[in-house]
Each structure stands twice: as C-alpha cells, then as structure tokens.
C-alpha cells in the first residue's frame, strides 16, 4: 500500500536507551510543552498563568516562547487606564520551579520571514534574544536563523536546541527547506486553527514533507528530522476548535532529571515521543525489532502502523498495522528507517479540528 503521510523524522539509533534506568524499573516520561504564547508577546493572558495552567494539568516542564525576545527587562500590559508590569522569568522561576516536578525554559519564538512568507523558529534554554535576519530568500532566512540560534547556544549544554515550527503555516516551507536547514527538530504537529498540519490537495502535509525531508537526509548520511507536536497557545479564556488553546499536543521524554542538560540530551537521541493524548509505557530497539507498550484507557482501540521507507522505493509504505495496546515490528534489513504512528479511537478533547483522535508519534529507528 503506498502511503503519501510521513516517516517521523530521526536517524536516531535507539540502542541502549533503558540505559540509566534500573533492571525492570518503568522509565519516567516527562511531559512538556515547547510553544505556547503570553502577555509578553500575542498571548491572551500573563505568563503566570500560563504557567500555572500548564503546571496544574500535570506537566513538567514548559517554553514559554514569546516572539523575538526574553521575558527579561521591563515590560507593561496595559488595558484602558490600568498598566501591570509583566513578571520576568526570574520572578516566574521563583514562584513555579520545583526541583523535580516542574521547570520553567528561557525560550524565544524567532519570529521572521521572506518572500511574503513567515518563517519561524523556536531556540530553547537561551540566554540572550536571536534577532530575525529577514533575509532575502524563505531558504537564506531558515538556514541563518538556524546558524545564529546555534551561536547563541554554542558553549552551554544544549547547542543544537533548534525547531522549526508549523511550515505550513502561511504555506511558508517546504521539504527541501526542512531538508537542508540543518535544524535537529521541527513540529509535526501544531494546536494553533491556523497552521495547515494536514495540507490540502496542493500541499503536503507536515508528515509527508518530513518523510520527504529525511529520505533526503538519509540519503546524505545526515542526522534526521525529529518530530515534536506542541500547543502554539494564544488563548487561555475560551475554549473551541477555532481558537488556539493549551492541551493540544505535547512531548513525552524519556530523561533521567528534570533539568535542561537532561532533557536535551534525551531528544538529541530520540528518546520521546509526541502525542496529542495516547500515552506509552514503554518504546525500545533492540538489533531489528521495534516494541511499542500503549498505557491503554478502558474501552479505547488502539491501532499502531509501522511505516518505513525501503530501499529503492520513492515513496514510504505501511510495513505492517497491529491492533492493541502491544506492538512489535521485526525489520526486513531493507528499510532505510521505520518509525511508529498510533492511532485511538478517542476523540481529542477540543481538537485542532472536528474530528481528530488522539494519536501519538515515535521518531524513526534503524533496524539492523
């Protein structure tokens, strides 16, 4: 069966990733948001409250990622007669990190574009602002801002701390530009109304530009394209399908501590996945075999596809479909890489659209 949906994005060798945990201990999953919007910048509402609602629906961790600064310096919401001065992330940090339950990431949406089109960037754990280039050319300005993230990150921890965020959102990117950015991550899932996750019958959606972006990394021996689904909140007060809310999608990462270090060097290998409400206990390769556990909910169906590109096809298939909250996929030798899509039969609570269910996605292995 040909498939035109995406490989998600990774040459990541899984090997050894229960390596920090004890024999028969269930790894931690730590859940965090990598997007979402406040006062400082478009958001509806001030950065302790975002915060907080992230907070208190069980997360552990969260960028908020206002455009094209830091919540740092001073900065007034003003509404009719009355100014508040916004809280820095200082004072957030004070008031909402806990060692080991929640932690607050110095973030920026970099925010820039060309030829009438956005193109926009998260850089994570920053210490200081990445201005836009607003270079000549959509692939100039992606690949530039990619370079001076990577500047303002060089020397810390985490270098390569980079995502590109919704490329079709204004119809902005395309595969080659996510091809060839050298960005480590990018959002195959986005909850704000306005970002086209799934294309339309003259664009792709974003799965098939990534499967399309790593068969070109691949290719190349280049390090893949890892996916990651966040919120892009904007909206705190009403809930609906049209609005962009909090709650839509988010990372499960499988890290040792809640600490930045931890948690970049867990992504750098691939060790989380994305989600939009199915949970896993557990993922793990070992030599040619992909096992996937599904924290099933009482009376939902879960469907897991396989999907791989092989070598010398054009095109991605679906190797194999497995029914339940267990699923194993044993490769051929012949798959460039193979990753997992699970599908519920769960409606998504206040969905990006009518319609959808809650999915979850696992980066791509080699199985050799």
């Not at 704000?192 to 068969?215: I, Q």
């Not at 705190?236 to 962009?244: E, H, I, L």
């Not at 809640?258 to 993922?283: C, N, R």
């Not at 267990?326 to 319609?355: Q, W």
Request: proline letters at 4%; charged letters at 25%.
């Amino acid at each position: 069966m040909k498939l035109r949906i995406p490989i998600i994005a990774s040459a990541i060798l899984l090997t050894g990733i229960l390596s920090g945990f004890q024999k028969n201990q269930l790894p931690r999953f730590l859940k965090g948001n990598m997007h979402t919007h406040s006062f400082w910048s478009d958001g509806n509402t001030y950065p302790e409250e975002v915060a907080r609602w992230y907070r208190d629906h069980g997360y552990q961790f969260l960028a908020i990622t206002d455009h094209n600064l830091l919540q740092k310096g001073i900065r007034y919401r003003v509404s009719g007669k009355d100014s508040v001065r916004l809280k820095e992330l200082s004072e957030l940090r004070t008031e909402f990190d806990k060692t080991g339950e929640f932690m607050l990431l110095q973030s920026e949406e970099i925010t820039d574009g060309a030829e009438k089109k956005p193109v926009h960037l998260n850089g994570f754990n920053l210490g200081t602002v990445v201005n836009p280039v607003r270079a000549a050319t959509v692939k100039e300005t992606l690949d530039t801002d990619v370079i001076n993230i990577r500047e303002a990150l060089a020397g810390t921890p985490n270098p390569e701390w980079i995502s590109v965020n919704h490329p079709n959102f204004g119809w902005g990117l395309t595969a080659n530009d996510l091809a060839q950015c050298g960005a480590r991550f990018f959002e195959v899932f986005n909850g704000h109304p306005s970002v086209r996750n799934y294309g339309d019958s003259a664009h792709p959606g974003t799965e098939t530009m990534w499967d399309e972006a790593n068969k070109w990394r691949v290719d190349r021996n280049e390090d893949m394209l890892l996916g990651t689904a966040t919120d892009d909140a904007h909206q705190y007060d009403k809930y609906s399908v049209g609005n962009a809310n909090p709650g839509r999608g988010w990372v499960m990462v499988r890290a040792e501590a809640l600490t930045p270090e931890a948690l970049y060097q867990s992504m750098m290998k691939g060790d989380f996945y994305a989600t939009t409400g199915v949970e896993l206990i557990d993922f793990s390769k070992h030599k040619n075999t992909l096992t996937i556990k599904i924290k099933a909910v009482k009376g939902v169906q879960y469907k897991t596809e396989f999907i791989g590109w092989v070598h010398g096809q054009d095109h991605p298939d679906i190797l194999a479909t497995v029914e339940g909250p267990k699923a194993v996929y044993k490769a051929s030798g012949n798959e460039l890489f193979v990753r997992a899509r699970i599908t519920s039969d769960k409606s998504k609570a206040n969905a990006y659209v009518n319609g959808d269910f809650e999915m979850a996605w696992i980066q791509p292995v080699t199985l050799r």
